[in-house]
């Protein structure tokens, strides 16, 4: 997984404005996740890339109770889904991962390079700040 610096997936950053988006605020979705079969649900337009072109539809994403239900959600996501396994086995490389997960998780095709950009920034900035600190 990549994390920020505070321990956030850094993805969920990417996809949900730092949990100031409306799917965060009003259905605990932090990550974009899609809404299947019976599963209470929120509908917002989103930008997905079809055929290449960035279009906007609406979809319905995943509404969950609470932050904590959502990360078990993403988590049991990419553990259980063979299309993740690639992600699973880069587990130990951020870059690896985040190009791993990108395949499947989002239909942008500069969504890794956005989820790393993402990670290297704050990674960058809390080692600036573990090295502003006194010793």
């Known amino acids: 997984m ?6 956030t997936p850094a ?7 730092f949990g100031n988006s409306k799917l965060s605020r009003q259905a605990h979705n932090y990550f974009g996740i899609k809404a299947h079969g019976a599963q209470p649900f ?31 959600a993403r988590d049991g996501i990419i553990l259980r889904l063979a299309c993740y396994a690639e992600a699973r086995a880069a587990a130990h490389d951020p870059e690896q991962f985040a190009r791993a997960l990108a395949k499947h998780w989002a239909t942008d095709p500069m969504y890794a ?12 900035y809390a080692q600036t700040q573990r090295a502003a600190q006194p010793a």
């Open 2 to 7: 990549v994390y920020r610096a505070d321990g």
């Open 42 to 72: 929120i509908e917002l337009p989103t930008w997905e890339c079809v055929n290449g072109e960035r279009v906007c539809i609406a979809a319905r994403f995943a509404r969950y109770e609470s932050m904590e239900e959502c990360f078990r």
């Open 113 to 124: 390079e956005k989820l790393q950009s993402v990670w290297r920034t704050v990674t960058a």
């Open 11 to 17: 993805h969920g950053t990417l996809l949900i404005s």
